[in-house]
């Protein structure tokens, strides 16, 4: 159904990669926005571009961008993040990703996590499944914690807070855990390499496209607590089969 949208993300990742790989590891310039969150030339580049191309193809379609915010219909609206992992890309690490989706009625339907710097391009639209540079991922049937690969953004996050208790309780019990964020660790769990990956907040444009990805690969993504994705909140994503197990762990440590 959306396949004309989709090849059209791709190509606008196409231009992102191309803008990034001009930056990456050279000399550009970083500044603190007043969320105290890294931007770079390469950020504002690749949004630019991504908007214009946007306006080009779809004119009546609108472009909610982290640099940039909203503008235009939100009916049928573009989610961009230019460089998901904006301090990977400033220290010269290569997990990065452009993330672009399409969301109609703010339901999103089209995703593309476009991570050059490894060579790695995941893409999926509602109803055809995703793919990981053109062939099929699925996630893992992994089902109990004792034989889980936990992946969680980053140790100070789980210190405290309501669910830093249940999510370090998780890590203890796991088979494997690391540290790797960011949108890779979605895609990990998306093409069954991983089984769980936890973010204690994380907004739209940073979400969008990767639930896509890994729901249609035929894993889950919710709230700690269970609820539906939303701005500024917690992010959960698993191969499905351990969800529910999840989602009751952190609630059963919250007391809930």
Do not use: C
């Not at 999840?246 to 609630?251: D, P």
């Amino acid at each position: 159904m959306y396949e004309h949208e989709l090849s059209f993300a791709n190509e606008l990742a196409d231009e992102a990669d191309r803008i990034a790989l001009s930056y990456f590891r050279g000399s550009f310039e970083v500044r603190e926005k007043a969320d105290r969150t890294p931007v770079t030339e390469a950020d504002i580049a690749i949004e630019k571009a991504i908007r214009a191309g946007v306006h080009e193809r779809f004119p009546r379609d609108g472009v909610l961008g982290e640099e940039g915010g909203s503008e235009g219909d939100t009916t049928r609206r573009w989610i961009v993040d230019p460089i998901d992992g904006t301090k990977n890309f400033a220290d010269g690490v290569q997990l990065w990703a452009t993330l672009i989706a399409l969301a109609v009625d703010d339901v999103p339907v089209v995703g593309v996590v476009s991570m050059p710097a490894i060579g790695e391009r995941y893409e999926a639209a509602r109803g055809i499944g995703a793919r990981l540079n053109g062939e099929a991922i699925h996630v893992s049937r992994t089902d109990s914690i004792s034989r889980a690969f936990v992946l969680f953004g980053g140790m100070a996050d789980w210190l405290d807070g309501p669910n830093a208790r249940g999510v370090q309780q998780l890590m203890r019990e796991a088979r494997r855990t690391r540290g790797f964020g960011d949108a890779w660790a979605h895609m990990l769990v998306a093409r069954g390499s991983a089984d769980v990956m936890v973010e204690r907040e994380l907004n739209t444009w940073d979400w969008a496209a990767v639930e896509v990805v890994v729901e249609e690969a035929g894993g889950t993504m919710s709230q700690l607590d269970g609820s539906p994705l939303a701005h500024g909140r917690s992010v959960l994503s698993t191969n499905g089969v351990l969800h529910n197990d999840v989602v009751g762990r952190l609630r059963s440590a919250r007391g809930v």
